[in-house]
């Protein structure tokens, strides 16, 4: 029964949140609780929870974590900008003659706001509110125009720069450099969030041609051509003529892309780190509201708030994730993952297809910043001591956890979709609809699994 404290650990904190208490603090509650039962029973001594208040002030003065809260910035302040506007205006027009062409559109603009922004709750957001109306309008049925929008929306998730491959990069440089030090490899490795972001390009542009080959194969019911024609988006500006779709397209195009090659290129092609690139891109993305002349006083309290909201929440669970890790380890829970993981028949495989499947299973009940400060720092130092790469096991971790947006009941994509869809789109169609996207996003985890060059392959050119 001891032995088996840290299991007992885990499986108390999934019960604690699923009846619905505050993540950081069910993370903090629940170690707290089995540190007391481990001090009764003899198993860790109290005074091991001094080593807390090291581990806060190494998140605290973490350079890389100070980008989270400036890509959040530059995400809100884009958004705030309104450039998604114009680019699905210009995108629904030049691809309005194609079969599925505004659900094409809705994927490639969706697309271009996760590079720029990486937040998935504002793409959603965003798409809902421009594209879900033009789209019930023009023939699409409820559950397709929904999935379609909500799984766009998660492509911030894998497309850098994502908030989630900054925390993944930050845990997996630490649980490397710790497998490695068991090794006995006394100057040890690192990954670097660079190295993830560029693992991360690949896989995260072959789903979206999935995406685009999924709307564009996939028989629809539509309207007449007539009532294919502009309607909604065409309220934006007027599209009559060849000069207003390219001046469009330029006017559009032209700052998103430039401020993505600024921010993503500058952290590949190492001119910059993650938090420098941030920086840039909070400044650049200000600058696109300034010219956009949606910068004024109100804005940028808005955004001020909103990236307060967001960083405030990553820290407070990684404080609480941070405290339950620390438990973990004094219960033993390392060892018990490394013994479990050994004797599994098939090595390194098996150990890798149990941890993608319980990944995909927290999806269900649990967040991405829950999965990612909980389960990697547990299995991430026993996966790379078996001789996993640590680039190919970011990538696979975050395509995997993109499906925890999606998937029921607690998929965060589904709740920010149902509270800006139109009362006509039921919840039921909501879920009915991101089933097949599910599906797509499981089949790249596939082709990650069984060609991981796709992941390894750009990183070991940039950064060779």
Not at 66 to 72: E, K, M, Q
Not at 202 to 225: S, T
Not at 379 to 406: C, R
Request: glycine share 10%; net charge neutral; hydrophobic share 60%.
């Amino acid at each position: 029964m001891i032995a088996y404290l840290p299991a007992l650990l885990f499986a108390f904190l999934c019960c604690v949140l699923m009846l619905g208490y505050p993540v950081a603090f069910s993370l903090a509650g629940s170690a707290l609780i089995f540190a007391y039962i481990g001090a009764w029973f003899g198993v860790i001594d109290a005074s091991f929870l001094w080593l807390l208040p090291n581990r806060l002030f190494g998140i605290l003065n973490n350079q890389t974590l100070l980008a989270v809260p400036l890509f959040v910035y530059m995400g809100v302040m884009l958004e705030k900008s309104q450039l998604a506007e114009q680019l699905l205006a210009a995108m629904n027009h030049l691809l309005k003659r194609v079969n599925g062409g505004l659900g094409m559109a809705v994927v490639l603009v969706g697309m271009l706001l996760a590079a720029s922004t990486g937040i998935v709750g504002a793409t959603v957001v965003t798409l809902a509110v421009l594209a879900l109306p033009g789209m019930l309008n023009r023939g699409y049925g409820p559950a397709r125009a929904a999935g379609i929008v909500a799984a766009t929306g998660t492509l911030g998730q894998i497309l850098p720069p994502s908030i989630a491959l900054v925390l993944l990069g930050d845990m997996l440089s630490s649980a490397y450099q710790q497998a490695q030090l068991k090794l006995g490899v006394f100057s040890p490795k690192t990954v670097s969030v660079g190295e993830l972001f560029a693992g991360a390009l690949v896989p995260g542009l072959i789903l979206v041609l999935l995406y685009l080959a999924y709307v564009l194969f996939v028989p629809c019911k539509q309207e007449a051509q007539e009532d294919l024609e502009q309607q909604e988006t065409d309220k934006v500006l007027d599209l009559a003529t060849g000069a207003a779709l390219g001046w469009l397209l330029f006017r559009a195009l032209v700052p998103t892309l430039s401020l993505i090659f600024v921010v993503l290129g500058s952290i590949l092609f190492g001119f910059a780190t993650p938090t420098e690139a941030a920086a840039v891109g909070a400044f650049g993305a200000t600058v696109l509201a300034a010219v956009q002349g949606r910068l004024n006083l109100h804005t940028l309290r808005e955004v001020g708030r909103s990236s307060l909201h967001v960083t405030s929440m990553v820290f407070m669970i990684l404080i609480g994730a941070a405290l339950f890790s620390l438990v973990f380890y004094a219960l033993g829970g390392e060892t018990l993952v490394h013994q479990w993981f050994h004797s599994l028949p098939g090595g390194p495989i098996a150990a890798m297809a149990v941890v993608m499947l319980l990944i995909f299973l927290l999806g269900f009940i649990l967040d991405f910043i829950e999965i990612t400060f909980v389960v990697v720092p547990i299995v991430g130092p026993v996966l790379l001591a078996m001789g996993i790469d640590p680039v190919w096991l970011g990538v696979m971790i975050a395509v995997n956890l993109q499906t925890s947006f999606l998937t029921p009941p607690f998929g965060f994509a589904l709740f920010y979709l149902r509270g800006a869809a139109p009362d006509s789109i039921k919840t039921a169609d909501i879920y009915r609809g991101v089933v097949p996207f599910i599906g797509l996003q499981l089949l790249m985890l596939l082709l990650l699994a069984c060609w991981p060059a796709l992941a390894t392959w750009l990183p070991s050119v940039l950064y060779s």
